[in-house]
């Protein structure tokens, strides 16, 4: 018998006497084996123990590819077990509710101030961003701000006119996604000769009134490439010398945003041109941190019309928001401040150098063993394009992608766009994580495939215009 007595005691049975148990307490089938099989597409009728069901989704997921050995993917797939800690106590932390969780908030106000200084705004205080769920996000969102600005600069004219955004044919798809989305026109510098990016003057010329801006991309997608950013913006302070059109420039730096700060400091790419009005970047790219989290950051106010801001109060507070979706996870921006906290700009230098010297040695270890062309050197973004040498005719990248594939190995091969259809290449994005020794497997795993490929009577591929992985 206690010796304190609660307020009441409640009689057992229904009501008042009986613990609530939340269904998911209860072990479905407490003997163990299944009795029956769950269906594959239609939600099952009963629940399952959670060991069951967790061994049946954990095995089905063995057959994914190991992302360490995908050098087709820009995004990070090794983090330190203290961001591992950090995001598993974030994971029910929701972005959008800056009431409940006024610090996760403050922590992606510091990375915005953080970046601000990093692509050197002006003045870093009055530069305005957001965090996103990955670089394409952060285009429509800048693409939008173009599109309002244009429209209040065209308010007569508009709607009949038709609004274009120029760029290099190269641009990664989540742009053509915002011309399709947003209804502008999409004006494509083509590629030409060994030009396989944006060409400033070819550029310059499709602008006109219409133009809500020119994309910039450090680096490309295609081949890692930097496009000439401080180049094009030059060539549109010549348009508007000549014809009084003032045309903003986007820089997407989806991957160089967090490369060129720390390896190329004297390259102009940034805020630092008055004519870039706004950047994107990838957190989940070489800022370092798992899948989905972007950026995108406007010089100042004016780059941003106010009227694209919501307010929202239902959540507590009266939060300014600029995003496509509502909810989103808090884990990736409170990893993306503990990787800034952690490295640093020093610690960020370090990573991005050992993935750009990794790439050099792999594009040279490539380049020597003779049967192929390299198209980049790993020497802008940590990574290279190359294509099979004139001579190279019993195979083609296409060949080479499979091979690598069965031993481990993601490669991606695809041909290049107008008007460079005629060119089909492989690309290896050298990341955190992919070591030397890595990459070195890596280099003999290729050389191992060659005999086998150079004794083929002609390429095995028949679908050349089937790229194999190539992804964002
Ligand atoms: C230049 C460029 N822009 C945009 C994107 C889209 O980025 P995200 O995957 O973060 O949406 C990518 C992805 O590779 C890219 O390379």
Redesign the pocket.
């Known amino acids: 018998m206690p010796l304190h007595r609660g307020n009441t005691e409640a009689p057992d049975g229904d009501g008042p006497g009986r613990l609530s148990v939340n269904p998911f307490f209860g072990e479905a089938n407490p003997v163990g084996g299944m009795t029956e099989a769950p269906p594959r597409h239609r939600l099952p009728d009963a629940p399952m123990a959670p060991s069951s069901a967790y061994q049946v989704v954990h095995d089905e997921l063995m057959l994914d590819g190991n992302s360490r050995l995908n050098l087709a993917t820009?995004v990070t797939t090794w983090m330190e077990p203290q961001a591992n800690a950090l995001m598993a106590e974030c994971r029910d932390k929701n972005m959008i509710d800056k009431d409940e969780y006024p610090r996760t908030a403050e922590l992606e106000r510091r990375c915005v101030a953080m970046l601000a200084d990093l692509w050197n705004a002006p003045d870093p205080s009055s530069a305005v961003g957001c965090s996103t769920t990955?670089?394409?996000e952060a285009?429509m969102l800048a693409g939008m701000a173009l599109k309002r600005r244009w429209m209040r600069r065209n308010a007569d004219r508009y709607p009949g006119a038709r609004p274009n955004l120029v760029m290099g044919i190269n641009v990664?798809v989540?742009w053509d996604k915002f011309c399709n989305f947003w209804e502008v026109e999409p004006r494509l510098v083509p590629m030409e000769g060994e030009r396989f990016h944006l060409d400033p003057q070819a550029a310059a010329e499709l602008c006109d009134e219409n133009t809500i801006g020119v994309v910039g991309?450090l680096g490309s997608?295609f081949d890692g490439s930097y496009e000439p950013i401080a180049d094009l913006c030059a060539a549109l302070d010549t348009v508007q010398e000549r014809t009084g059109l003032d045309v903003p420039v986007h820089v997407?730096g989806?991957?160089g945003g967090m490369v060129a700060p720390f390896l190329d400091e004297d390259l102009e790419w940034d805020f630092r041109l008055p004519r870039v009005a706004s950047i994107n970047s990838?957190g989940?790219?070489y800022g370092l941190v798992y899948p989905g989290v972007?950026w995108a950051l406007w010089r100042d106010k004016e780059a941003l019309p106010e009227e694209l801001v919501f307010r929202v109060n239902y959540l507590g507070g009266d939060m300014p928001t600029f995003a496509l979706n509502f909810s989103r996870p808090g884990a990736q921006v409170v990893a993306q401040y503990y990787s800034f906290l952690r490295l640093g700009r020093e610690g960020y230098r370090a990573v991005q150098q050992a993935a750009r010297d990794v790439a050099g040695q792999v594009a040279e270890a490539v380049e020597k063993l003779g049967d192929f062309r390299l198209l980049t050197r790993g020497d802008q973004l940590p990574v290279f394009a190359f294509t099979t040498a004139p001579d190279v005719t019993a195979y083609d990248v296409f060949d080479v992608s499979r091979r690598m594939r069965e031993a481990g190995w993601l490669v991606p091969a695809y041909t290049f766009p107008p008007h460079r259809e005629d060119l089909s290449v492989l690309r290896v994005v050298c990341r955190n994580g992919f070591s030397t020794d890595l990459a070195e497997l890596f280099v003999e795993d290729l050389s191992r495939s060659l005999p086998e490929l150079r004794r083929q009577p002609r390429p095995a591929t028949h679908d050349k215009g089937a790229a194999t992985g190539f992804h964002?």
């Open positions: 820009f990955g670089s394409s285009c990664q989540c991309i997608t997407d989806a991957s990838s989940h790219k972007g964002h």
